[in-house]
């Protein structure tokens, strides 16, 4: 059966993945951005979200309610946390100096495999596509992604304004103590 599946998986899908992965990589180790910058992987999610989602905002209006939702959820949890150790608005070159993180390839992994297994689900069974019971977790899922890394973006811009926009290399914990870093 995983033969057929893979098989029959188009495959600009595998061109895809790839570039995904390298995009995920390429997060794992400190790097310079410009501002505008942190934007675009959390807008192409945001279409790929979407562009995931039109079909079932059709058959279910109500998953277009619940992806808003979740992609405001995600984004209010961490737009107004603290930025995580380690970064730097760096003002004489325009810059956020980031350091590396691990979780933006976890995420975008999980994405990926979620949209791959839903789009398999559906192709083998085609009544999935209105099923209430598949469109609402779907939205939820893909609206709360979209919105992590639209916060993250939004959290990092916050440094970019700020006049001494500098975080330890020695802090690891937020809101004195709780929590953990932002990470994405």
């Known amino acids: 059966m995983i033969v057929i599946i893979l098989s029959h998986t188009p495959v600009w899908v ?3 993945l790839a570039a995904l992965m ?9 790097r310079r951005l410009a501002p505008w910058r942190l934007l675009m992987l959390p ?11 039109a079909p079932g905002f059709m058959a279910l209006p109500l998953s277009a309610l619940v ?21 730097e608005w760096l003002p004489a070159d325009q810059r956020l100096l980031l350091p590396g993180s ?5 995420l ?20 999935w596509r209105s099923a209430p019971e598949l ?14 890394f639209l916060g993250r973006a939004l959290a990092l811009l916050k440094l970019t304004r700020a006049p001494a926009a500098v975080l330890p290399r020695s802090l690891s914990r ?3 103590g709780q929590g953990k870093p932002l990470s994405l």
């Open 14 to 16: 595998w061109g895809l």
């Open 22 to 30: 390298a995009l995920g990589f390429s997060q794992t180790r400190q």
């Open 43 to 53: 807008l192409v999610l945001l279409g790929l979200g979407l562009w995931s989602m």
């Open 67 to 87: 992806w808003l939702a979740a992609l405001g959820a995600g984004a209010s949890l961490l737009a107004g946390r603290p930025a995580q150790a380690g970064t």
């Open 102 to 106: 691990w979780m933006p390839l976890l």
């Open 108 to 127: 975008i992994s999980g994405i990926f495999s979620l949209r791959y297994a839903a789009n398999v689900g559906m192709a083998m069974n085609p009544g």
């Open 135 to 148: 469109l609402l977790p779907l939205a939820l899922l893909y609206g709360a992604f979209s919105g992590l």
């Open 174 to 176: 937020w809101s004195a």
